[in-house]
C-alpha cells in the first residue's frame, strides 16, 4: 500500500519553502513604485520588503485567531 500523502499539493505551492504561500493581492499603484523602488535601493526582492513591512506591521497588532470552519 502506498504510503498517505503529506497532505494536498497545488501547483501555486511548488517550490515554496514550508511556511510560505503564493496570494494575488490588489495594491494602490504608488504603494507599489515605493515597494520596488526600495526593493531596487536596498538590493532586496520585492518578497522581502513585503514580508519586513509586514512582521513589523503585524508585531504591533494584537491578532485572534480566527475560527476554523
Avoid at 496570494?23 to 520585492?46: H, P
Amino acid at each position: 500500500m502506498a504510503a498517505a500523502k503529506k497532505g494536498i499539493s497545488k501547483s501555486s505551492q511548488e517550490g515554496l519553502k514550508d511556511g510560505w504561500t503564493r496570494a494575488t493581492f490588489i495594491l494602490r499603484k504608488d504603494y507599489l513604485e515605493k515597494i520596488k523602488s526600495l526593493a531596487y535601493w536596498d538590493r532586496k526582492t520585492i518578497k522581502e520588503i513585503i514580508d519586513e513591512a509586514l512582521k513589523s506591521y503585524l508585531k504591533r497588532k494584537r491578532v485572534s485567531p480566527r475560527n476554523s470552519i
